[in-house]
């Protein structure tokens, strides 16, 4: 079955340090991939998605690409920030079902 | 607009005992998702909507669990006698379609379920 696979965590950097996140996944067919966010007391939310090979997606600084060769769909932000602490998660979404399948997540905290 | 809404936000209950939880998707959103959030599993898939109708239970954990959704609008999911195991925090999401697309799934604040 489908499956996502994130780094461990957690991880603690200086604020404008630089950030990667590892994720990697198995998938029947050509999934969407997705990297969601969980801030401090606040709901999930979308962070940013590609939905084909050598897509790109961004937001807020952040930034992955969709690497079908290696199965992996990194997360990087050139210049962290306090109010990056949250923990995120990667998720895929294959076209037989509509289901995020998701990785375990991992906690990011950000020190001044 | 207003975004997915959950209630309630917080349920306490025994062992057990059956507990209701609610869902109010965003309005017009026609696929609406259940998933559990908890320490040792992570996030995981329940069941999916379209519609009234559910093609996808393949995430309820037993026979314990049933969800039901009416109007194409709010969704309860129902979990009987209760177990310990069954404390995580339920989250329910909503979007416009499901099956051959990637639009975005909007997430309600999710309901934390204690079991005692």
């Known amino acids: 079955g489908d499956s996502v696979t994130q780094m461990e965590g957690p991880v603690t950097l200086s604020e404008e340090a630089f950030l990667t996140i590892n994720c990697t996944y198995t998938?029947?067919?050509?999934?969407?991939l997705f990297w969601y966010v969980q801030y401090p007391g606040e709901g999930l939310q979308l962070l940013l998605k590609?939905?084909?090979?050598?897509d790109k997606g961004s937001n807020k600084g952040f930034e992955a690409t969709y690497r079908k060769e290696t199965t992996s769909f990194h997360l990087e932000k050139g210049s962290v920030q306090v109010s990056d602490s949250a923990v995120y998660f990667c998720?895929?979404?294959?076209?037989?079902?509509?289901?995020?399948?998701f990785g375990k997540g991992i906690t990011l905290s950000v020190r001044p | 607009g207003a975004g997915v809404s959950q209630s309630p936000s917080n349920k306490v209950t025994e062992k057990g005992k059956d507990v209701e939880l609610r869902c109010d998707p965003i309005?017009?959103?026609?696929?609406l998702y259940w998933y559990r959030q908890s320490l040792g599993q992570g996030l995981e898939f329940l069941i999916y909507?379209?519609?009234?109708?559910?093609?996808?239970k393949s995430g309820l954990p037993s026979d314990r669990f049933s969800a039901e959704r009416t109007g194409g609008s709010v969704s309860t999911l129902t979990i009987q006698r209760t177990q310990q195991e069954d404390s995580a925090v339920y989250l329910c999401?909503?979007?416009?379609?499901?099956?051959?697309?990637?639009?975005?799934?909007?997430f309600g604040p999710g309901t934390r379920l204690t079991v005692t």
């Open positions: 998938a029947t067919g050509y999934p969407s």
């Open positions: 909507f379209q519609g009234n109708s559910a093609p996808d």
């Open positions: 999401a909503s979007s416009l379609e499901g099956l051959y697309n990637s639009y975005e799934q909007y």
């Open positions: 590609a939905t084909k090979a050598d």
């Open positions: 309005s017009g959103h026609t696929a």
């Open positions: 998720a895929l979404k294959t076209g037989a079902n509509s289901k995020l399948t």
